[in-house]
């Protein structure tokens, strides 16, 4: 998302022929830590950059009801994605990513966390549906299911642009459609210095239905329970295959 979201805002770039490295983007996670930086956190990156700024977190919604609240102008862009392939994205990424320890347990194991909520970011039902019912009916809140866009690229990326009131050629929605494919992405991740998203597992698959291959059926019981409990009851349906 935040690939596109920067690929946007340099439309003007793409029109004129120039190249637009994706992995040069200047916007940081707010709660995270930099140490190859000269930023100590996100937050102090964010207060150098000019308005409009483009911010992005994962932090739970207890941490930004308030400010939103307060700011009814602020633009919110939320991609959710089915809860079976996040986990299953969040095993690898935490066995690559040394921020997250390098996991080196099973699938099994891994499992058995998120079973017990020893995950960042918590619950990712709790978490998921917290952030829908709050967004679902507010004005200036855009929500995005990964598997929707994945679907039909060039639709959302031009409705991501509408939301944002940008305007924006039919030539370059064309062009960051072609840019943001996941074999694209790490191509380019490859030949202009972004080797460390393959290397932390940012970049991988990209796959919907990638989870058959590592569920048990307790596994996906336990996903059905969750989702009759906590999705269910908001409306909220993904696509698993």
């Known amino acids: 998302m935040f690939t596109i979201l920067h690929l946007l805002r340099n439309s003007d770039k793409l029109e004129a022929g120039d190249d637009v490295n994706v992995f040069e983007k200047k916007e940081s996670f707010l709660e995270h830590k930099y140490p190859y930086s000269p930023f100590e956190l996100g937050t102090e990156r964010a207060l150098t950059q000019d308005a409009p700024r483009y911010l992005r977190s994962h932090l739970p919604l207890e941490f930004w009801k308030d400010k939103i609240e307060k700011h009814p102008e602020l633009k919110i862009i939320t ?4 809860p079976k392939d996040v986990m299953v994205s969040s095993y690898h990424f935490c066995q690559k990513n040394p921020r997250n320890g390098n996991f080196n347990g099973t699938w ?9 909520k020893q995950l960042a970011y918590g619950d990712y039902f709790e978490y998921t549906a917290a952030w829908y019912k709050f967004l679902k009916d507010r004005e200036n809140s855009l929500l995005i299911k990964y598997e929707d866009m994945k679907s039909n690229p060039r639709e959302y990326i031009k409705k ?3 939301f944002l009131k940008l305007e924006v050629s039919e030539k370059v929605i064309e062009m960051i459609t072609e ?3 996941i074999e694209n992405m790490v191509s380019e991740a490859n030949n202009k210095g972004g080797e460390r998203m393959i290397q932390y597992g940012v970049l991988r698959k990209g796959a919907i239905g990638n989870w058959k291959e590592y569920f048990t059926e307790e596994q996906n019981e336990y996903v059905k329970e969750r989702l009759e409990s906590f999705f269910e009851p908001i409306g909220l349906k993904f696509q698993y295959e």
């Open 79 to 82: 991609t959710t994605r089915n």
């Open 108 to 116: 099994a194991d891994f499992f058995e966390m998120i079973n017990k």
């Open 160 to 162: 991501i642009a509408a």
């Open 179 to 181: 840019k943001t494919t």
